[in-house]
């Protein structure tokens, strides 16, 4: 993807908004294109729980798709100071600790609904990591209320469909997983 584009579209997005930012570098990685956002002010830019940073995100990838004329919208991901990074982390660690509760009951378990992107990073997650080579992922659900289900790839633990173990919500614990802007 034309990494000036990109720069050009995500800086102007900015500016207009009048959110300040002193960078934006682009990179691609794997099959997807990565732009990193440096400001001295992340906080504007990220907005309550990374919606701000979703709207710039998806602004920007609907003004490529147009100025490029592109059949889809292409796979762009914004970041500010290593945010959306933290919160990829989060998810990873979050499907780990699910991972050993499925081991030990041999039930299924969903977490909690989050975005399309969250998902691919779990399901990707799952599937590229030897520890958790044992488990498999499907995403379940509808809408704002899709969600991933860790099931064990032994189907002779097989809980009925349905069965799935709704995801825990603990009111108050020091993980840093309370405020996981899925």
């Known amino acids: 993807m034309n990494a000036d584009l990109i720069k050009e579209i995500v800086g102007n997005l900015l500016t207009q908004l009048g959110l300040p930012f002193d960078s934006i570098e682009v990179e691609e990685r794997e099959d997807m294109t990565h732009a990193e956002i440096t400001s001295s002010m992340?906080?504007?830019?990220?907005?309550?729980?990374?919606?701000?940073?979703?709207?710039?995100?998806?602004?920007?990838?609907?003004?490529?798709r147009q100025k490029e004329k592109l059949d889809r919208s292409p796979f762009l991901?914004?970041?500010?100071?290593?945010?959306?990074a933290s919160q990829e982390e989060k998810v990873k660690k979050i499907a780990s600790q699910k991972?050993?509760?499925?081991?030990?009951?041999?039930?299924?378990?969903?977490?909690?609904?989050?975005?399309?992107?969250?998902?691919?990073?779990?399901?990707?997650?799952?599937?590229?990591?030897?520890?958790?080579?044992?488990?498999?992922?499907?995403?379940?659900?509808?809408?704002?209320?899709?969600?991933?289900?860790?099931?064990?790839?032994?189907e002779s633990a097989k809980v009925e469909d349905g069965q799935e173990l709704a995801p825990v919500i603990v009111e108050s614990t020091d993980d840093g997983l309370e405020n996981l802007d899925i």
């Open 42 to 64: 992340a906080s504007r830019i990220i907005g309550w729980h990374g919606e701000t940073l979703n709207s710039i995100q998806h602004l920007a990838k609907s003004i490529i």
């Open 77 to 84: 991901v914004l970041d500010v100071d290593g945010y959306r």
């Open 99 to 154: 991972a050993d509760f499925v081991r030990r009951t041999g039930s299924r378990v969903a977490l909690a609904p989050m975005s399309p992107y969250f998902r691919r990073i779990v399901h990707l997650h799952v599937a590229n990591t030897p520890e958790l080579a044992d488990l498999t992922t499907e995403s379940s659900g509808d809408g704002d209320y899709r969600q991933i289900v860790l099931k064990l790839k032994d």
